[in-house]
């Protein structure tokens, strides 16, 4: 038999996030509260990248989705490593029925970047980071929250939302002359492991021992860096380029398209939007193609309500506010409604 949330309509039954949060991307209710379930709650973004030391912002969204006002208490489920800070009378404070708040997290990251085996937030389901770890050419530290918000009402129930922070990793790697793994102890040698005595005479930089290289990578970053420098350059010409040719705002032709190889020196034209678009029409569409509509259409505060509603299918997209074809800031909070099964009490 399958198991629905009362709240969003997503299936549950052996997804459950953390064993017991619905795995609705904006919900996260606590299934353990069946009938009473009437508190939503999600992270945006639900990933950040930060540094050792750093602070970053993250937006707790609570939606009470309750018969009845109530205020929110705010918990990690896990003790949390770093620091997190939140106006807790922010969320105490009443919220309407069908109302959603907005609760600023502020997250520091602690300087002892070794974190756990397998955080929370990935165990809530957060993606994985792994594609940021091989680009910086070593695993990346990841440092999750979850947070658990309950009503302060009785019968209102609970739920869980969380947010990852990662760390990207740095190579961390001293070779000398000959290809040794050395230390970067003061005491490294250019061409043996045990190390060789000063040559004399031999002029030495300043605090750096006879044979070293000056680079913790033997010299070997200096092509990578240079190229990565003719790369930016070569975009911000082809920017000034586009920007000067007196086209207007988000009326240039893009070419080639993403992905094309093209040779050095060729010319690459931008699109430049105005940062404002049409909302579409999503009516009669299913809930996860309205949703994904919305992505392709680069809107960025996209919230989604339930609405019971027996004469439509299950999960389809009943409307948006503001309506379909309303133009709007890409930033400009859109809401897309939804349709599910009535409830039978």
């Known amino acids: 038999m399958a198991l629905y949330c009362e709240l969003c309509g997503t299936r549950t039954d052996g997804v459950e996030r953390l064993g017991v949060y619905c795995p609705g991307e904006y919900c996260g209710t606590d299934l353990r509260a069946g009938a009473d379930a009437g508190v939503r709650a999600w992270c945006e973004p639900e990933r950040r990248f930060g540094v050792a030391g750093g602070t970053v912002l993250v937006d707790l969204l609570v939606c009470n989705s309750g018969p009845r006002a109530t205020g929110f208490h705010l918990e990690p489920v896990e003790p949390v490593r770093g620091r997190l800070d ?3 009378r922010a969320a105490g404070a009443p919220l309407a029925s069908g109302a959603t708040r907005r609760i600023e997290l502020r997250y520091t990251v602690p300087l002892d970047l070794v974190g756990p085996a397998l955080d929370i937030a990935s165990r809530f389901g957060v ?9 910086q050419g070593a695993l990346p530290s990841r440092f999750g929250v979850a947070l658990r918000v309950a009503a302060t009402s009785a ?21 000398d002359h000959d290809g040794v793994r050395g230390r970067d102890d003061g005491n490294r040698s250019g061409g043996s492991r045990g190390g060789r005595p000063a040559t004399p005479g031999r002029p030495q930089r300043p605090g750096q021992p006879d044979g070293g290289t000056g680079s913790r990578t033997g010299g070997g970053c200096g092509p990578l860096v240079i190229a990565v420098l003719v790369a930016v350059v070569a975009v911000l010409v082809a920017v000034v380029v586009v920007l000067g040719l007196g086209r207007g705002r988000g009326t240039s032709t893009a070419g080639p398209v993403e992905g094309t190889e093209v040779p050095a020196g060729a010319t690459v034209v931008l699109r430049v939007s105005d940062g404002r678009a049409p909302v ?10 309205a949703e994904q509509l919305l992505r392709d259409l680069h809107f960025t505060k996209v919230t989604v309500f339930s609405e019971q509603d027996g004469t439509k299918p299950l999960n389809q997209a009943l409307r948006t506010d503001p309506a379909a074809g309303t133009v709007v800031a890409l930033d400009a909070p859109v809401t897309l409604w939804f349709a599910t099964r009535p409830v039978l009490r």
Do not use: Y
């Open 86 to 88: 939140f106006d807790r």
């Open 127 to 135: 993606p994985a980071a792994d594609v940021v770890g091989r680009a």
């Open 155 to 175: 019968h209102q129930g609970a739920a869980c939302a969380a947010f990852a922070v990662d760390v990207p990793g740095q190579l961390d790697v001293d070779l």
């Open 280 to 289: 579409p029409a999503v009516a009669g569409l299913t809930r996860a193609d």
